[in-house]
Structures are given as C-alpha cells and as structure tokens.
C-alpha cells in the first residue's frame, strides 16, 4: 500500500511569492488532514477534510492560505501570498476509521517550506 | 488554551529503559496518541489510548491516567535507532483532529 505522499519535499520562496503544496493521501482514505510545524514547535492542526468536505478549518491562520481537494482524492494548501512566518514543516496525514477506534493516522514526510 | 507538556530532550544508554511524560490540558478528551518521528521522516504513529492503563507493543508500552491528565511512553531495551522525537497527541473532540505537544528528543548512546 503506497503511503501519503507530498510534493515538492523542499520549498525556498521569497516573501509575497505564491507557492502550492501537494498530497496525495493513502487510496480510500476519507480524511484527509494538513498540519504545520513551526521553528520545532508543536505540530499545530490546520484542517480536516472528509472527502472534497472541509470538515474543520479552525487551525488555518488567515486568508493568506487556501486548502482544496478536488474530488476527495489529493490535497493542495496554496499560500499566497507568502511571509517569513510562514516558514515551516507542512504535514499530510490521512486516516480511514473502523467503528470507533481510530488506528492513528498516516503522515506523509512533510514539505519544508523556507520564505526568504 | 490547549496545552501538552512534555520534556523537550532526554538521554539514555542501548539497552536501557526510557520513560517519556506527557501532561494535558484541553477542552475535550477522547484519547493519547504517541508518535514517533525520525529526522527529515514521517511521524508514525505508535499508539493510543482511550481508557486508563497500560498497552504494550513490542518494546513500546503507553500508558494513561485520565484523573490526572497524564500518560507516558516507555521504551524498553533501547536501540540507536529509537533516537528520534516522540510526539504526544490528544484526540479532543469526535473530529479526530489531534492537538500535539512539542515534541521529545530522545538521543540513544553507545
């Protein structure tokens, strides 16, 4: 089973460029999350879809950030325009739930993103 | 606010054993998760618990105590390749969404 893959793995932007962050979460899962970690902070919680749904988006920071998933299938977190807080360690994590127990979600490796 | 406490590094010896706490404070509480996290990788996950006390895997036991908002990860005969940071997450709410403390460095030596 592939696992949940982002892309690019590495992003240098300058401040007020755009840039889009890509995952593809494990065939079938419905949940999608993203998660960002900030100069080796807490991993913090931007957003839940369930399937194309945006089911919880309580953790994006401002309108600078857009997420999508067309479909229910991949994910895409668009910044734009981009500042130097922005800097971090983006996460994917997808999940599929059976009954009331959730066996934990699978993350992707994360895209670094550095705004210079 | 929400909030996990958790040590920020920690060092031990191959083949000893290692116990990582984890303290929260949240609005809700539906269970513990532990993760693991190698350099440049992935975390995965480790376990989780939902009610009071110990579950084993392999090497790796959590355990919980909801009256005191407590749970730690132990680590049993250590190997370098534990070295790592270990997250823990607590599940808040029926969303599944995790809030995730700061992380432990665990630096295993010779």
């Known amino acids: 089973e592939a696992g949940v893959t982002q892309f690019p793995s590495h992003s240098v932007i300058e401040k007020g460029q755009t840039v889009t962050l890509r995952c593809d979460p494990i065939?079938?899962?419905?949940?999608l999350y993203w998660y960002r970690r900030v100069m080796g902070k807490e991993i913090k919680f931007l957003l839940h879809?369930?399937?194309?749904?945006?089911?919880?988006e309580s953790g994006m920071p401002n309108n600078r950030f857009l997420a999508e998933r067309t479909g229910g299938t991949y994910s895409t977190l668009k910044v734009q325009p981009a500042e130097l807080e922005d800097s971090g360690v983006y996460f994917c994590?997808?999940?599929?739930?059976?009954?009331?127990?959730?066996?934990?979600?699978?993350f992707g490796s994360g895209t670094r993103l550095t705004v210079v | 606010g929400q909030s996990l406490e958790q040590p920020s590094e920690v060092t031990a010896v191959e083949g000893a054993i290692v116990q990582i706490n984890c303290t929260y404070q949240?609005?809700?509480?539906?269970?513990l998760s532990w993760y693991q996290q190698h350099d440049g990788g992935a975390p995965t996950f480790l376990s989780y618990?939902?009610?009071?006390g110990l579950e084993e895997t392999g090497r790796f036991s959590s355990f919980l105590s909801r009256s005191d908002s407590y749970g730690y990860l132990l680590l049993q005969e250590l190997q370098m390749k534990d070295s790592a940071s270990y997250f823990c997450a607590v599940r808040v709410d029926s969303s599944y969404k995790l809030i995730f403390g700061s992380g432990t460095r665990l630096l295993v030596r010779p």
């Open positions: 618990n939902a009610l009071d």
């Open positions: 994590a997808s999940s599929q739930l059976l009954g009331q127990v959730p066996l934990g979600y699978t």
């Open positions: 065939s079938g899962h419905d949940n």
């Open positions: 949240t609005s809700g509480f539906y269970g």
């Open positions: 879809f369930v399937k194309e749904s945006k089911q919880d």
